[in-house]
């Protein structure tokens, strides 16, 4: 799926460097209270594709010519209600290029036009700044707060909700 100059494809084995990277960065773990093993990243990476099979989640490598440089998926799809949960990373050496804000612009556009969802809605710690300004740049409005929605490493946080109509213009 093309983001501009981005591309957003399938995860693959050769990825699991980059995962492994990513659940390792504080900044990252900051917000998910695991870390991974090759094991589990290897687990993580090939979950996808049987989760993609049995229409309850997509996820992609967020890439340019010089790899990977995050990940964003639909953590949950609903394909009866019409929805679908965003989640997203960014590596340090591909943050402040607005690669989640493109990675979901271009993936709210395709679960709109072509998995035919209604609702594309994500929520972020309210102490993470940064998933707001994304969430925001990319078209998906604050909704409200959900009250100790999430617990993260350091306990539980209150967590914006965004989200995007496929009305919406």
């Known amino acids: 799926m093309p983001a501009g100059d981005l ?3 399938p995860w693959q084995p050769s990825d699991l ?3 492994r990277t990513a659940y390792t960065d504080p900044d990252i773990r900051r917000w998910h209270c695991r870390t991974m093993t090759d094991d589990e990243a290897h687990a993580w990476l090939t979950a996808w594709p049987r ?5 309850t989640a997509a996820g992609w490598a967020v890439t ?4 990977v440089l995050g990940q964003i998926s639909l953590r949950e799809i609903d394909l009866t209600e019409g929805q679908g949960e965003v989640s997203y990373w960014v590596l340090p ?3 402040g290029r607005h690669v989640a804000a493109r990675a979901l612009t271009a993936l709210t556009t395709w679960s709109f036009q072509q998995a035919g ?4 809605w994500l929520r972020h710690s309210t102490a993470n700044p940064a ?12 909704e409200g707060t959900n009250r100790g ?4 490493a350091d306990g539980w946080h209150d967590m914006h909700l965004h989200a995007r109509l496929r009305t919406d213009s």
């Open 7 to 9: 591309l957003l494809r």
């Open 17 to 19: 460097p980059a995962v």
């Open 51 to 55: 989760r993609w099979q049995a229409e």
């Open 64 to 67: 340019d010519p010089t790899g």
């Open 93 to 95: 050496a591909a943050r």
């Open 117 to 120: 969802l209604h609702r594309v």
């Open 131 to 142: 998933s707001c300004r994304v969430a925001r740049r990319a078209g998906l409005p604050a």
């Open 149 to 152: 929605a999430a617990r993260h």
